[in-house]
């Protein structure tokens, strides 16, 4: 304590010394710093390290210390880095709309935003158990392979279904990395991009991130609509399609079975590639969930993107792109250049959780526990917001796509808040201007059914207040 009040007293003493003199001027030598200051040596070292990181002075070895360049910015103000516009180019990141997705809820807020399970839904045993025992392998600290563990990768092959086997599959440090690496390898720069409208706000940031230009195409309650996306393939002259065609997000949409082999055709007639979002296959409410695009496809116009990191935890960043012919060298060359490799002691966690009996059974209780909750928001909303409209009752998913009766989406979002409830506004699901007032109310990351009552009830008492003033 007091040695450090003795250096602050000398450097505030050297501060004024400094002020006296012109840049370039000697300081005097150590030896006289300390028999002037009553000093000892190693307390004389550091203060002229300390007025040497702040700039003011330039220690030359052999030479001295001398007083540096004045600053135009007086000691102590806020640093400038107003030169960063200049240097930076011009590029489409919109880092805010992935924020939103992340951003934390006020303090005590019931959180009906987020896009992970709430850790009471989690497998945290499992989990815990799963990453103990891959620890405990001799090879887990090992490098592993670019493409990613040949077990893990032979796991996902089956999941896809069809006759996908483990050189057709790449595995990415969950979801959000892979739609980054696809939309990286399969388009370039300056390229249009069809999207589903609405879709997830996190793949337009990326495909933007990417120099992508996203063109929307409608959707209704059977999913996209072909007539209209044969025609934006035909006007945009876009080589990608970003779909997810099972528990879409933030709609909770499947796409018809009709309409499934129509999307595959009109792909291959325009020459395109689909990229299949299944990020959400197993959150299914107990239904039948149907294949995978992927699963159906033989000629490589699918490639598929799933991950464990929703059904799991979302530090479990574990996911996979399953491709085939050379989009997939494209695909690993992405990954090689971005990380070489996803961290080996996740993957290894991951083939251990996958291969127990606990897996399955997690699976089945998350199944009936996203279904009553679902329907507890569901009837909530109808009680307390009557005038809102939920767009379907989705069959998988963690959220509710909800209409609002007015152009009121940031009021409602700011007196949601208020009130002490997040929602997400749905302005950022649409890659143009949205066709109507949204907002996404999800029922995974709330703590039980009872947060989700009293969170409906707090989202009527915040629209009444909106229409009260």
Known sequence: MFESST????????????????????????????????????????????????GAVVTRP?????????????FGSPPDTSWQAVALADRSIDAHTVTDLLRPPPADAITMAGGYLHRSLQPAKALGDA???????????????????????????????GDMDSDDVLITSGGQDGLSVAFRAIAAPGSPILVESPTYQGALAAARAAGLRPVPVPSDDAGIRPDLLADAFASSGAQLLYLQPTFHNPSGAVLSEPRR???????????????????????????????????????????????????ASPSLRIGALVARGPVMSRLRAIRLVDDFFISRPLQEAAIELLSTPAWDRHLRALSAALRERCATLAAGLARHTP????????????????????????????????????VSPGNGYFAAEPPAAYVRVGFAAAADLAQLTEGARLLGEAARNILAH
Not at 266 to 283: C, Q, S, T, V
Not at 392 to 419: C, E, K, M, Y
């Open 7 to 54: 250096i602050e007293n000398l450097v505030t003493s050297l501060r004024a010394e400094i002020a006296r003199l012109t840049p370039g001027d000697r300081l005097p030598s150590s030896r006289d710093l300390v028999r002037r200051h009553t000093a000892s040596p190693v307390t004389v070292a550091r203060a002229v390290a300390v007025l040497a990181a702040e």
């Open 62 to 74: 052999g030479s001295g210390t001398f007083v540096a360049a004045r600053s135009s910015r007086p």
């Open 131 to 161: 990453l103990a025992r891959a620890a405990r392998r001799p090879d887990a600290w090992d490098r592993a392979p670019t493409a990613g563990l040949e077990t893990l990768r032979a796991l996902f092959a089956r999941f896809t279904g």
């Open 261 to 311: 082999q129509q999307v595959l055709d009109i792909a291959r007639a325009a020459g395109a590639f689909i990229l299949e979002d299944d990020n959400a296959r197993l959150l299914g409410h107990g239904g039948t969930v149907p294949r995978p695009l992927a699963a159906d496809d033989r000629d490589g116009t699918v490639v598929y993107l799933t991950s464990l990191t929703k059904p």
């Open 387 to 422: 005038d809102w409209t939920v767009s379907r009752i989705p069959a998988g998913g963690f959220h509710l796509w909800v209409r609002l009766p007015a152009n009121s989406v940031q009021q409602v979002t700011d007196a949601a808040r208020s009130q002490g409830v997040a």
